[in-house]
Every structure is written in structure tokens, then in C-alpha cells.
């Protein structure tokens, strides 16, 4: 069993930004692929950003250049510093862990 607990959520006006953090607890392997999904009222789930254990790094076109996903390994940590943020980011945020484990997922609002 591998547990995730995010935070970070909350409500911010468009230009601002939001870190959102995800801690793995349990029994963690040594490699893994970490990362963020979001999901709006009425659409579907949409993978935003990942990273490895080695670094490697996957953004979605729309937040290229926006957010940055990074880790701390010996905290089993994963970040996800979201600058510029619209109101189409507004969304649930799930950490997500080799595509197995998700977190209960943390709110966040963009809105003037």
C-alpha cells in the first residue's frame, strides 16, 4: 500500500501563484514516476506534469512554461509550483504515483 497526501489548494487570482506539495508514505519502491492530474466539473481527468526517480520531466502543452514539477527524494516529496495562473486551471489537483496510487486531491481556484 503507498498513501499520498497533497496540499497546496487554494484561491488565487489569475497572474498568481499556487505549490502544491504530494508526500508517499508506505511501501515505496525505489524507482518511480510521480505526478499531477486534474479534473474540472464535467470533464475528464487530465495528466499535467510528471517526474522520475532520475528527473525526467513531462509537461502538458497548456501549462508549459507555467509549472515546474519538482522532488525531494529523501522526503519522497513531489512539488508542483504553479506561476501565471488562469481560471482554466481551475480544477481538483490528484498526485498520482506509477499510475497506481492517487491522492484524495486538493482544490485549486483561480478566479478574480
Known amino acids: 500500500q503507498v498513501q499520498l497526501v497533497e496540499s497546496g489548494g487554494g484561491l488565487v487570482k489569475p497572474g498568481e501563484s499556487l505549490r502544491l506539495s504530494c508526500t508517499a508514505s508506505g511501501r515505496l519502491s525505489s524507482f518511480w514516476r510521480m505526478g499531477w492530474y486534474r479534473q474540472s466539473p464535467g470533464e475528464q481527468r487530465e495528466l499535467v506534469s510528471t517526474?522520475?526517480?532520475?528527473?525526467?520531466?513531462y509537461y502538458a502543452d497548456s501549462v508549459k512554461g507555467r509549472f515546474t514539477i519538482s522532488k525531494d527524494n529523501a522526503k519522497n516529496t513531489v512539488f508542483l509550483q504553479m506561476n501565471s495562473l488562469k481560471p482554466e486551471d481551475t480544477a481538483v489537483y490528484y498526485c498520482?504515483?506509477?499510475?497506481?496510487?492517487w491522492g484524495q486531491g486538493t482544490q485549486v481556484t483561480v478566479s478574480s
Open positions: 517526474i522520475t526517480t532520475f528527473g525526467n520531466t
Open positions: 498520482n504515483r506509477d499510475g497506481a496510487w
